[in-house]
């Protein structure tokens, strides 16, 4: 099964109280999951990796064989696919946990797209990214079957 993840990280100042959000849909464009995560203080450029690792994560669990990630951060996608080397060691670790996930899968491509279009899951980082803590550990499912 082939899906794809749009994916987003904000932080309210850089770095600020921060969120990770993923909008994960089929081939067909049906929905499959949105996911929130706050993140605490960090970066900007840490929360879109977090939300990279989230959607590495749920794909997993909806048996994904193939992923499309769809992400608005060109530093990110450049990253992930060897164009630019990760200097900062923060977003390297993340890097390497995203890369070990990425062996789940037979194969993931990285597409930069540009902002308005990765609208749902932008909302979805900046809500968790608002929340501050107040559901810090739980992270939103929504799955239509």
């Known amino acids: 099964m082939r899906l794809i993840c749009y994916i987003d990280g904000a932080s309210r100042g850089n770095p600020g109280p921060a969120g990770a959000g993923a909008y994960i849909i089929d081939e067909t464009g049906n929905e499959l ?21 989230l959607a590495l994560e749920q794909a997993h669990l909806l048996d994904a064989d193939n992923l499309e990630i769809r992400s608005d951060s060109q530093l990110l996608v450049r990253q992930m ?13 993340i890097a390497a946990q995203a890369h ?34 107040r559901n810090e550990s739980k992270i939103k499912l929504n799955f239509l079957f």
């Open 33 to 53: 999951s949105r996911l929130t995560s706050f993140l605490g203080n960090t970066t900007n450029n840490v929360a879109e990796y977090k939300a990279l690792i």
């Open 81 to 93: 696919t060897g164009v630019y080397k990760i200097k900062n060691q923060t977003l390297a670790q």
């Open 100 to 133: 070990s996930l990425m062996k789940n899968y037979k194969s993931v491509t990285f597409i930069h797209i540009r902002r308005e279009l990765n609208k749902t899951a932008d909302h979805l980082a900046s809500m968790a990214a608002r929340s501050a803590g």
